[in-house]
């Protein structure tokens, strides 16, 4: 089956500073999603990208769907204690499949 | 907009007993709903994939027996751990979608416990 992989597996960085994470794949995407989950809760989505080459920012999170189809990048400028978490990147094959792939995800930690 | 919730939050249960977890859209219907497990510090793992008024759909290695999957309205999935033993401990999270290809939102997850 598809396969997301994720990288980097984890980060501390001081608070402040900004971060990038990116997903990539072997097989073409037609949608991308960005979730962040904190520990003992479900992940909560944070971006949603549906066409190749959208870049698209909530607050002070900005992703971007890869012109290929094979990759997507989340940045978070300014990083703040509370962005501490989770993030996960997950890709649908095609627009009739509801199913997603999910990368292993990015541990974030932020030092005050 | 976009609430799914799941219930019961956490549980536990003794080994060889049946356990039931709900996951419900509360403000949208979900045309399709989704179960996942997950270990701690992994991914999320998909164990079935459940349209409503359709039986659901399983991933390779997830025993249909052993996790039951109902989902008898647009907004109601229900995960039945049958039998379970203490491997089956896990945080299980459903998530739910409105349309085909769009979006899915995640419920809270529910961590059980078998002892």
């Known amino acids: 089956g598809q396969q997301l992989n994720q990288s980097p597996q984890s980060m501390f960085i001081q608070e402040g500073e900004d971060v990038s994470m990116n997903c990539t794949s072997s097989s073409i995407f037609n949608t991308w999603l960005w979730y962040k989950q904190d520990p003992g809760e479900g992940p909560v989505l944070l971006i949603a990208l549906y066409k190749a080459g959208e870049l698209t920012s909530n607050g002070r999170l900005t992703a971007q769907f890869g012109i290929t189809r094979k990759d997507s990048f989340l940045n978070i400028s300014a990083s703040i204690p509370s962005d501490v978490g989770i993030y996960f990147c997950?890709?649908?094959?095609?627009?009739?499949?509801?199913?997603?792939?999910f990368g292993d995800g990015t541990t974030l930690t932020v030092k005050p | 907009g976009a609430v799914v919730s799941q219930h019961p939050s956490w549980v536990i249960c003794k080994s060889g007993t049946s356990v039931k977890i709900e996951c419900r859209s509360l403000?949208?219907?979900?045309?399709?709903m989704f179960w996942y497990r997950q270990f701690p510090k992994q991914s999320l793992m998909l164990m079935a994939t459940s349209n409503e008024g359709s039986k659901a759909t399983y991933e390779q290695g997830v025993e249909k027996d052993k996790f039951l999957i109902n989902h008898a309205s647009l907004t109601l999935s229900t995960l039945t751990v049958t039998s379970a033993h203490p491997e089956d401990s896990s945080f299980y999270i459903c998530?739910?979608?409105?349309?085909?290809?769009?979006?899915?939102?995640f419920g809270q997850g529910t961590r059980l416990t078998v002892v």
């Open positions: 997950a890709g649908h094959p095609n627009t009739n499949a509801g199913k997603s792939t």
């Open positions: 998530s739910a979608s409105a349309a085909v290809g769009t979006e899915a939102f």
């Open positions: 403000d949208f219907q979900a045309t399709t």
